[in-house]
């Protein structure tokens, strides 16, 4: 079946595609693997993301993005190009429509970056709207109502911050804060804590399956597999929740920073209106354990994750593209 128009979340960690009356149809880590001898693309998405960490010399497995923004443009080309042919399923009769959702706080010249590495990649136009606009259609956030919605939407890279009404944001941050951010804390804290080195793979499944944004009385805890810095042998040992929570620590506290600094933004009216229905949470890190209680507590404001809350960027963005007339205001086409 061939569809002419593609909505694409282009995270950090993950690109997810979404097509309109399929849903999302790709969910595939945002990795690239090339050859160093010829500069050939030789895996993307999770064939690459299984060859992190475990690559011979003349082979590099990289994230083309960095902190939700292009930091590699001939490698997100080549991802996006990848990503794009695999939704059309190889039938290119004609050249599709895309919309690319990224973050609320990039310059002018990283969204020309994106619109052109989207066109280069087969795209015949393409659009660029922001995260919290897309985050909070997916999330089913009356957007274009005369009331005040705040979203937090935390990325792989980012963490975006917006209070959105009639359609438009109102008062918004975008901090560099997410969860590869979240990876890099605990690994460089089990090796000052342990003097245990482990890779980035391990670190994100440490913050899985026993993170927790909050200390608590029930403690979870898993084995982990490493190096032992002192003797550089392999080493087994006992990370627990606390352990993460201590790590990410000041991380998270630069994300309630910026959610304070929105509210305090907020014209008054708006602000009740957030009070009553409280703030919503989206983006795979926000499923991190207790990150609801975290900012409720913060803030003093009801907090709630939404459903499927990994998928509401892409979700968002196929929305917007179907109804590109109602959400025009948001769009930026260069």
Do not use: W
Request: aromatic share 4%; net charge neutral; charged share 25%.
């Amino acid at each position: 079946m061939f569809e002419k128009k593609i909505g694409i979340d282009l995270g950090t960690t993950n690109v997810l595609v979404y097509i309109p009356k399929r849903g999302i149809i790709i969910n595939e880590p945002s990795v690239v693997a090339i050859s160093k001898i010829d500069k050939k693309v030789l895996a993307v998405g999770k064939e690459a993301k299984d060859m992190l960490g475990r690559t011979p010399d003349t082979i590099v497995a990289q994230r083309p993005l960095k902190d939700g923004v292009i930091a590699d443009y001939r490698t997100t080309e080549a991802m996006l190009r990848y990503f794009v042919n695999k939704a059309m399923g190889g039938f290119r009769l004609l050249r599709p429509e895309v919309m690319v959702a990224v973050p609320g706080g990039i310059t002018s010249t990283e969204r020309r970056a994106v619109i052109d590495a989207s066109i280069s990649a087969g795209a015949k136009a393409a659009y660029i709207i922001r995260q919290p606009i897309v985050a909070a259609i997916g999330a089913n956030i009356p957007i274009g109502s005369p009331s005040g919605h705040m979203i937090v939407e935390v990325g792989g890279g980012t963490s975006e911050i917006a209070v959105i009404s009639l359609g438009g944001i109102v008062a918004s941050d975008s901090v560099r804060i997410g969860g590869v951010k979240f990876d890099q804390a605990i690994m460089d804290h089990i090796r000052r804590k342990y003097n245990l080195a482990i890779g980035e793979r391990t670190a994100e499944d440490i913050k899985i399956r026993v993170g927790s944004a909050v200390y608590t009385d029930e403690k979870l805890a898993m084995e982990v597999k490493g190096r032992d810095m002192i003797t550089g042998l392999p080493k087994l040992m006992e990370v627990s929740s606390d352990d993460v929570t201590e790590a990410i620590q000041p991380l998270l506290e630069g994300i309630l920073g910026a959610i304070k600094e929105v509210l305090y933004k907020t014209p008054p009216e708006l602000s009740a209106d957030v009070m009553d229905k409280g703030i919503v949470l989206s983006g795979g890190s926000s499923q991190l354990r207790h990150f609801d209680r975290l900012v409720a507590e913060a803030t003093g404001v009801p907090t709630y994750l939404a459903d499927e809350a990994q998928l509401c960027v892409a979700k968002g963005t196929g929305l917007a593209l179907e109804n590109l007339e109602a959400y025009k205001r948001s769009i930026f086409t260069t």
